[in-house]
């Protein structure tokens, strides 16, 4: 199930001062969210995009089939056929609850 990580290089949003040999920082002193360019960042995410399409009817669903009927050997059955033109995606929905971001490196638990 699709988990994005940042896999491009350079900019990474919330990535602290870079010094890791630090020997003054003890382990419950991690900064939650220290931004080195970017003043509006923050460990949170707030919409995602949509998995789910349109059709033409406007029916909203992950996927769409089309009953068939197929005749073999002057038997005929019916067969599902997956409809996969003319779909328009739903675009990017406001989460209910934030989720934290994938790429943000702090241990919230440790047990």
Known sequence: ?????SKSKGYWP???SGSTD???KDGN????ARVRSFAGATPFV???RSSMFFDEDGDLAHEFYEETIVTKNGRKRAKLKRIQ???TPQGIIKLDHPCIHVDFPVV????
């Open 29 to 32: 002193e991690q900064t939650l």
């Open 108 to 111: 919230l638990c440790e047990a």
């Open 22 to 24: 630090d020997s003054t």
């Open 1 to 5: 199930m699709g988990g994005s990580g």
């Open 46 to 48: 707030f919409t995602r």
């Open 85 to 87: 033109k003319n779909l």
């Open 14 to 16: 919330f990535s602290g």
